[in-house]
């Protein structure tokens, strides 16, 4: 079974659409995570959530939204979607603060 | 603030030693050290908290001094199977769930 599980793996898209990522986690973890990571592979926390509570909310366009319906799910909406956008978004969860474990990535082109 | 890893890259002969360097110009609470393969998610490698502690994960293994605020990954007799980046993430203050990631030090093993 996928510890940490992210649809869809890939996802090619026009600018200006709107798409979604979701992800869950089977690990009974109480923290969620989204992050991003460029060409350049610099790993970037953009939200996070404990106990569906937000509590790391980086300074991302407001186009990106996170949800997080309970502690297993963790969602990203992303409304008009730009070039610079494109990137492998990663899921990651944790027991509190402790070691993450991430999911297998979302590469996102937008064309 | 963003760690800083050192060196950027390397490249070891089957069975060489190596050490990665993270270093951060904040006081830090804890360090977690990830490995990336190529195209793959970051996978846990280990955590070390204030206190100095020593930790090893097979022939892995990290030290951290929180006077310097700076953390070593050792890896010794390197295998085929080392290679990938590795990416030093640190935490300012206990209770604190904010993981800032250094750039990544890539590590090539070759026979």
């Known amino acids: 079974d996928t510890a940490v599980s992210q649809t869809p793996k890939y996802l090619v898209t026009q600018m200006g659409n709107d798409k979604s990522i979701k992800c869950e986690q089977n690990?009974?973890?109480?923290?969620m995570y989204w992050y991003k990571q460029d060409s350049k592979k610099f790993l970037k926390i953009m939200f996070s959530?404990?106990?569906?509570?937000?509590?790391i909310n980086e300074t991302v366009p407001n186009r990106f939204s996170p949800k997080s319906p309970d502690k297993a799910h963790l969602n990203l909406h992303i409304n008009s979607l730009e070039l610079g956008d494109s990137a492998v978004y990663f899921c990651?969860?944790?027991?509190?603060?402790?070691?993450?474990?991430f999911g297998a990535g979302t590469r996102l082109s937008v064309l | 603030q963003q760690p800083v890893q050192s060196p950027q890259a390397v490249i070891l002969r089957e069975g060489e030693d190596a050490v990665i360097n993270c270093s951060s110009s904040?006081?830090?609470?804890?360090v977690h050290w990830y490995r990336q393969k190529h195209g793959e998610a970051p996978v846990f490698l280990m955590i070390?908290?204030?206190?100095?502690e020593q930790k090893g994960h097979e022939k892995i293994s990290a030290s951290f001094n929180e006077k310097k605020q700076q953390s070593s990954l050792y890896l010794t007799a390197s295998q085929l199977s080392y290679s990938g980046t590795y990416f030093c993430?640190?935490?300012?203050?206990?209770?604190?769930?904010?993981?800032?990631f250094g750039k990544g030090t890539k590590l090539s093993v070759i026979p």
């Open positions: 990651a969860s944790s027991l509190s603060g402790r070691a993450q474990y």
């Open positions: 690990l009974g973890h109480d923290t």
């Open positions: 959530y404990n106990n569906k509570e937000l509590i």
């Open positions: 904040k006081a830090l609470y804890s």
């Open positions: 070390l908290l204030k206190g100095g």
């Open positions: 993430g640190t935490v300012p203050g206990a209770g604190s769930y904010q993981l800032t």
